[in-house]
């Protein structure tokens, strides 16, 4: 039996239905994912991701396409399959076909992105995917030395957490959904 369920309709309380219904809209699905629904007894938690997604992801200066680029190379690193698919499911949305999505995955470093989106997604990444203890003062001069601005580099920070905590999010989720 699964540790998780995913609430009815009339267990989910009234906020956390709105704020699910926000989401939907933000991501543009005919319904929230699973993954979000789990959580919907929760309105703390809903709201929280909801806020993440629009502050840290949505509002993030960057191009959607190194957006999405950067988040399906983030899931896919931490393999987090719901991200990973809802992130190639909005790339395919912009243009890209499988084929380029998975040469994007074999080889992070020829992305079809301008010089600043591969270098917005190689920082992303990396601090997505270090430990916090491991990154150094060097880092933060290079991404200067990339061109990316103090503001730029603590916004690129924001959306490697929201993908992170997504991630972690989505992954538990789907985990504690499965029956053993």
């Not at 699973?34 to 949505?58: K, P």
């Not at 990444?125 to 990339?146: G, Q, S």
């Amino acid at each position: 039996m699964a540790f998780f369920d995913v609430p009815t309709d009339d267990q989910i309380p009234p906020e956390s239905a709105r704020l699910l219904e926000e989401y939907r809209e933000l991501v543009g699905t005919a319904e929230a994912p699973r993954s979000h629904r789990t959580y919907g007894r929760l309105t703390r938690i809903v709201e929280t991701r909801l806020r993440a997604a629009v502050n840290l992801h949505d509002q993030c200066s960057f191009p959607k396409q190194t957006k999405y680029v950067a988040a399906m190379l983030i899931a896919h690193a931490r393999r987090c399959s719901g991200c990973f698919l809802a992130s190639r499911g909005r790339l395919v949305q912009l243009g890209f076909d499988e084929p380029a999505l998975d040469a994007m995955c074999a080889h992070p470093e020829e992305l079809p992105l301008d010089p600043r989106g591969r270098r917005f997604v190689h920082w992303t990444l990396k601090i997505a995917t270090t430990l916090a203890a491991d990154l150094t003062p060097k880092d933060f001069r290079e991404m200067a030395d990339d061109g990316f601005t103090r503001e730029e580099v603590q916004e690129m920070i924001g959306f490697a957490v929201f993908w992170v905590t997504n991630t972690i999010f989505n992954s538990a989720a789907l985990v504690a959904l499965t029956d053993e």
